[in-house]
């Protein structure tokens, strides 16, 4: 089945510093990609979508000069958030469908456990 | 904008028992998706479901989209151990490459 690999699992990072969290589509090509954020025992929120080769689309009150999000080629994303904080510190998810192929339902990945420190 | 309300927040069962959960919306939605979410992990879907009034089973979970295409169930049948977790319910609007809206989720917790 499709799958979608987020690296790196894990991040600590210092305050002032930037991370750069990359999502890729293993066996099909990601038309359209999904940055989320998850507090601890809450849902899902999205952030921003992103299709391949242009201009992300971010979430209201989301914002866009902090998380940098470039989708390059149709089975990479990556999510840069600049200047992290502490407040920053979250469980970022990414997901991947393609339009192609008949009914692709949403794909995540495992997750990037952020932590500034 | 669009909601999904999704209750119970928590339930504590027995193993064996048989569990249901369910999400409604004020709004249509044309796909919905069960999800489950382990701890420090990214959500598995479970079951899509692309059609009102569609039931669809994946082992001893079984699904259904509503008629009114505002609400959607998830049972799971004789639970077991692995089943704890966190359910999320979600609805898509129109094509694939819409975003997705979350419901805030069912934990489910097992007791010994």
């Known amino acids: 089945g499709a799958v979608v690999s987020q690296h790196p699992s894990r991040v600590i990072c210092k305050s002032g510093t930037s991370v750069k969290i990359e999502c890729r589509s293993l066996?099909?090509?990601?038309?359209?990609m999904f940055w989320y954020r998850q507090f601890p025992k809450q849902s899902l929120m999205l952030m921003a979508t992103?299709?391949?080769?242009?201009?992300?689309?971010?979430e209201q009150g989301v914002e866009k000069d902090k998380f940098l999000i470039n989708h390059a080629s149709l089975t990479l994303s990556t999510l840069t958030v600049t200047s992290a904080h502490p407040e920053d510190s979250s469980f970022y998810i990414c997901?991947?469908?393609?339009?192609?192929?008949?009914?692709?339902?949403?794909?995540f990945g495992n997750g990037t456990r952020l932590t500034v420190t | 904008g669009q909601q999904l309300n999704q209750s119970p927040q928590s339930m504590f069962i027995q193993e064996g028992e048989d569990v249901s959960m369910n999400c409604t919306s004020s709004?249509?939605?044309?796909?919905w998706l069960w999800y489950k979410q382990d701890p420090g992990e990214g959500p598995v879907l479970l079951i899509a479901?692309?059609?009102?009034?569609e039931l669809t089973s994946n082992g001893r979970l079984t699904a259904q989209f509503g008629i009114t295409r505002k609400d959607s169930f998830l049972n799971i049948s004789a639970s077991i151990p692995s089943d704890v977790g966190i359910y999320f319910c979600?609805?898509?609007?129109?094509?694939?490459?819409?975003?997705?809206?979350f419901g805030k989720g069912t934990r489910l917790h097992i007791l010994p």
């Open positions: 066996d099909f090509q990601a038309t359209t």
């Open positions: 479901l692309y059609k009102a009034g």
């Open positions: 992103s299709n391949e080769g242009s201009k992300a689309t971010y």
């Open positions: 997901s991947a469908t393609s339009l192609s192929g008949g009914n692709s339902p949403l794909h």
């Open positions: 979600a609805g898509q609007l129109y094509r694939r490459d819409d975003k997705i809206i």
């Open positions: 709004s249509i939605f044309n796909t």
